[in-house]
């Protein structure tokens, strides 16, 4: 058996910030998860359907490791990627940083994990990765996953080699602190007003406060868009609130990112957005739960009613973020 010392493997909310908190406080810098959610810029919204999808997704945060690339750069760390189309070498990259006494972040597909509760497959999942031996590697995932768990070589495998939405190709990766730990201080408005930005002009109408007005208008047809209500709706409420994607996961760790930010540097805009993402969360919730209802009685009010309270978010949301983009 092959492990690094000294690792907390502390499970948290969500599936990135967990495996950056284990790699960063390796490297001896231990920030709560919603500071590292929020420095890394990490809240979006994304409606996202195409036609080889069997239902929409939704997504509350940016894309799979654009966080971990902003965190490094915010905190000035040294981020070590590996990629490959070969397995061979993908296991070489995880296994040689290991064997150096180094956790190793890691991108895959969950639905191989021995462990994970959910068998949907979901190309964006970040674990951390601590040891091995000739049979098992062990890996730190969220608390409601397990915290520190184990899963099969054979597994683990088959997770970094699925192709598919949101896939990397056997993405490993590491961390390293600079000699002088940063000040997380000084990178908290960069942040904020970088993630506000992004917020407020997407690209696309699927993104940020225009994506979440186009789920409001989409939503209420959901029940004609399912191959089958009764399974499609309440799952995509399971995954809102349970895995985050589009749910009140994400505003809870911003608005706690806010929170904390309001004490380190103040501000009137910072309490007006901790404001404002509360009362967004609940909201999510309230979306999630009226989701799931319409798919158990087919009864298309519930959907309405969603659509109406994700306008209101649009709403909110944008005006949390014009608030908070003042701040630079």
């Given at each position: 058996?092959?492990?690094?010392?000294?690792?907390?493997?502390?499970?948290?909310?969500?599936?990135?910030?967990?495996?950056?908190?284990?790699?960063?406080?390796?490297?001896?810098?231990?920030?709560?998860?919603?500071?590292?959610?929020?420095?890394?810029?990490?809240?979006?919204?994304?409606?996202?359907?195409?036609?080889?999808?069997?239902?929409?997704?939704?997504?509350?945060?940016?894309?799979?490791?654009?966080?971990?690339?902003?965190?490094?750069?915010?905190?000035?760390?040294?981020?070590?990627?590996?990629?490959?189309?070969?397995?061979?070498?993908?296991?070489?990259?995880?296994?040689?940083?290991?064997?150096?006494?180094?956790?190793?972040?890691?991108?895959?597909?969950?639905?191989?994990?021995?462990?994970?509760?959910?068998?949907?497959?979901?190309?964006?999942?970040?674990?951390?990765?601590?040891?091995?031996?000739?049979?098992?590697?062990?890996?730190?995932?969220?608390?409601?996953?397990?915290g520190a768990v184990s899963t099969s070589l054979a597994g683990l495998a088959r997770a970094r080699a699925e192709r598919g939405p949101m896939t990397a190709r056997h993405r490993s990766f590491t961390l390293a602190a600079p000699p002088v730990p940063p000040d997380p201080r000084e990178r908290l408005v960069p942040a904020i007003t970088a993630?506000?930005?992004?917020?407020?002009?997407?690209?696309?109408?699927?993104?940020?406060?225009?994506?979440?007005?186009?789920?409001?208008?989409?939503?209420?047809?959901?029940?004609?868009?399912?191959?089958?209500?009764?399974?499609?709706?309440?799952?995509?409420?399971?995954?809102?609130?349970?895995?985050?994607?589009?749910?009140?996961?994400?505003?809870?760790?911003?608005?706690?990112?806010?929170?904390?930010?309001?004490?380190?540097?103040?501000?009137?805009?910072?309490?007006?957005?901790?404001?404002?993402?509360?009362?967004?969360?609940?909201?999510?919730?309230?979306?999630?739960?009226?989701?799931?209802?319409?798919?158990?009685?087919?009864?298309?009010?519930?959907?309405?009613?969603?659509?109406?309270?994700?306008?209101?978010?649009?709403?909110?949301?944008?005006?949390?973020?014009?608030?908070?983009?003042?701040?630079?």
């Amino acid at each position: 058996m092959t492990t690094v010392t000294d690792i907390d493997a502390r499970g948290g909310l969500h599936c990135e910030t967990t495996a950056l908190g284990v790699l960063l406080r390796h490297e001896g810098l231990d920030l709560s998860e919603p500071m590292l959610f929020g420095l890394g810029s990490g809240l979006s919204f994304v409606y996202w359907d195409a036609r080889n999808m069997d239902f929409p997704f939704l997504g509350g945060r940016v894309r799979p490791f654009e966080l971990t690339r902003n965190l490094a750069a915010a905190l000035g760390l040294e981020l070590q990627v590996r990629e490959t189309a070969s397995p061979r070498r993908g296991w070489e990259n995880v296994a040689a940083a290991i064997d150096a006494g180094r956790p190793v972040g890691l991108q895959l597909d969950s639905h191989h994990l021995d462990y994970f509760g959910s068998k949907a497959h979901f190309g964006g999942h970040v674990v951390a990765m601590y040891g091995y031996d000739d049979r098992d590697a062990f890996l730190v995932d969220t608390a409601q996953q397990g915290g520190a768990v184990s899963t099969s070589l054979a597994g683990l495998a088959r997770a970094r080699a699925e192709r598919g939405p949101m896939t990397a190709r056997h993405r490993s990766f590491t961390l390293a602190a600079p000699p002088v730990p940063p000040d997380p201080r000084e990178r908290l408005v960069p942040a904020i007003t970088a993630c506000a930005g992004a917020f407020l002009d997407p690209p696309i109408a699927n993104l940020g406060h225009r994506g979440i007005a186009k789920a409001g208008t989409l939503v209420p047809g959901w029940l004609q868009r399912a191959g089958d209500p009764e399974r499609d709706l309440p799952q995509a409420a399971l995954l809102m609130e349970k895995a985050g994607t589009g749910g009140a996961l994400f505003r809870n760790l911003y608005r706690d990112f806010l929170a904390e930010c309001a004490e380190l540097v103040g501000g009137g805009p910072l309490r007006t957005g901790h404001r404002l993402y509360a009362e967004a969360a609940v909201l999510w919730t309230e979306v999630a739960a009226l989701i799931a209802k319409a798919g158990e009685s087919a009864d298309a009010r519930h959907l309405v009613r969603a659509g109406a309270v994700l306008h209101d978010l649009a709403r909110i949301e944008r005006e949390a973020m014009l608030a908070l983009s003042a701040l630079g």
